[in-house]
């Protein structure tokens, strides 16, 4: 699955390539791109005033169902179409102050500074890098037969479901770093920065989704808590799903630091390409992933705006094509399916399948085998 | 709280721009093209707005072809007046763009107003003001205030222009009462000199003179008074960046929040920001996580990747990817 072994020279034709298809798309970036993000953020802030009307309504039940699907799909465009990719500084070359990477906050509780440190910078420069990327289980999961199995994994199946359910705190609570003070490798006492961070973003969303909006509808308490929590609930399990048919469907390549030491631009290349799977699907389906669908276009150029990804993935096709090297993709139902299957399957010890359990490494061109697992 | 994270405004503005409570903005309410190559807005600010003072300038922002640009326009109109007036000469990127595209209903984002070059707060017997081009916007707001004040000293205005029709709202300038003296460069005049200095204003060396044009315009009248020995009695107004962007691994690097400086060596900024002996905080140091972007507040970089160069003041750059070419100032 990981493909030819691509020469040095290989990888630098093909780091050329692509770096010119990055030019080409920052040149000819402007006001459609603009339009399309104000477009996404109307959308986006209409469903979140009329979801949140709605549940004012929600002694009917239909008004009550409909602003949860409103205020639903309100916090996933914000999180994923609009949080993500602005802060990934996709849409910085606007300068525009309210869509910028260094101000945007998004509906959720997770503090925008952490997560961009854990995602932009340890995620995105080391991805799929074994004891670097701490995206690789989120340091709670065995998502990689590389990862030392211990009866701990036993819970895999267990851990994973309620990340699904508790996503947003998970993600905030990722930047602690636990497996790291557990290890002991990081004191506490280093955490006091994050920890401040996100006591007050939590803080802030806890209160305006569990007391405030419910204070204000009065009798309907009860009903608006049920609501933004289902909403919660509905963006957690949606933002879970996408994010692990990513990095973790069965065919996607894992890296050990050794092989990624000095990496040129080519090979940094090559390993976002082995190390990223895309979900097929509707227009409608890419914009509420926020185009994390094309997770391969987005890990080969994070900072292009998302939309760009389905228009150049037949370009990025057509490159891993030519190279002879993969280009993962399946439907949702496919890519989930075999994520849930690693799950399950390194939760018990690698023997109980037989030994080897067929991992695909990360095999750069630089003449050295695939590592048996 | 409720509006948290994007806050009020971030609603407010969908609704219509000019809601918005905190940011200041301005939409135009008439426009006028009063010579062949300028146009003059009327505007009307939002709430936040706080007034302006007589040559004070505006840092005024428009989107172009979806990038936001911003640039230094100083009012025209008196500082009396209910809202106030742009005049913008057509030059360049925005200021082709207003002339061309600004209507009744745009709404510009505007900065509260800045700057120095305005009149003592009591208001000098003898006033010189000397303008070119586009220029005469600042000096044309004192005249207009100090018309508005009831001003009873003596006023010359002096300004250069290709010709007649080259000066903008001329109109409104007569209406002021005040001597005006229009030197026009393409008929006899030509451009200045002392003679024009005597002529205008006999009394100039007991007067304050207020001056702001073209760098030309600049260097003679400046010289003049620097030969007299009056420079004090001179102030005046820059439209244009100072200093012209050099090429290569020349001039100085200022991190303005240390207050550290050292020689451009050519290299990247976050490169060059730590052998300074600076600590900015960065990851990926290969222009993908953003870290290290910081606000450039002058001078020209070119991106490691594209090659392009920004040489627009105020803007974000990743010090990782940017080498400056020549002086460059980093608020770090
Ligand atoms: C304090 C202040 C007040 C101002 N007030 C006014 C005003 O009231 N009315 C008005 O019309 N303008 C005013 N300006 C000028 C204005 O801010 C813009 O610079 C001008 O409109 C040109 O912008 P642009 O985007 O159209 O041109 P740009 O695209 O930025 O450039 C215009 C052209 O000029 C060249 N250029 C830019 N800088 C220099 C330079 N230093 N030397 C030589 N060439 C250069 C560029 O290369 C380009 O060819 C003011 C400037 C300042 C600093
Ligand atoms: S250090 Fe990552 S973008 Fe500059």
Redesign the interface.
Known sequence: MSGKRLTPEELDRLGAEL?AL??RV?DD???????YLLTVV?TQ??LE?AGRGLLFLGFFPPAWLAGVAALSASKILDNMEIGHNVM??QY?????P?L???TF???TVAPAANW??SH???H??FTNVLGKDRDIGYGILRIDPEQRWHPYYLGNPVYAFLLMVFFQWGVMLHDLEVERLVSGEKRWAETAGVRRLMWR?GL??A??DYV??PA?SGPLFVSTLAGNATANLARNVWAFAIIFCGHFPSGVASFTEEETAGES?GR?YHRQLLGSANITGSALFHVLTGNLSHQIEHHLF??LPARRYPMIAPQVRDICARYGLPYNTGGLARQLGSVVGKLVRYALPDRWWGGTSGPTRGTVGSGRGPRAA | ??A???GID??LE?IHPMLAIREQRGIVTGVHRTTPDTITLRIRPSRAWRGFTAGQHVRVSV?V??????RCYSPASSQHARGFELTVKASGLVSSWLRENARPGLVLDLSPAEGDFTLPATRPDKLLLISGGSGITPVMSMLRTLTDEGHTGEVVFLHYATDEAHVPCLDTLRATGHRLVLAHTAAGSGHFTEAHLRAAAPWFAEATTYLCGPPGLMAGVTAVFDQLGIADRLRTEDFRPSTPADPGAVGRITFSRSGRTCDNTGRSLLEQAESAGLRPEH??R??????C?RRKTAGTVRDL??GELNDEDD??VQLCVSVPVGTVSIDL
């Open positions: 770096d990055r030019q920052v970036l402007g006001q459609a791109d603009r339009d109307r802030r209409a005033v990934h500084g910085d070359w606007m300068r525009d309210a910028n990477s260094r906050e998004w509906d961009k440190h932009n910078y340890v995105h420069t973003k802030r969303q209160v305006k405030l909006f204000l631009r940094w994070p900072d | 709280m409720l948290t994270p994007h971030r609603y969908l989107t072809d979806g990038v936001r640009r911003t990851g990926c290969m222009g993908i996580c953003l870290s972007t990747r594209s803007t974000e």
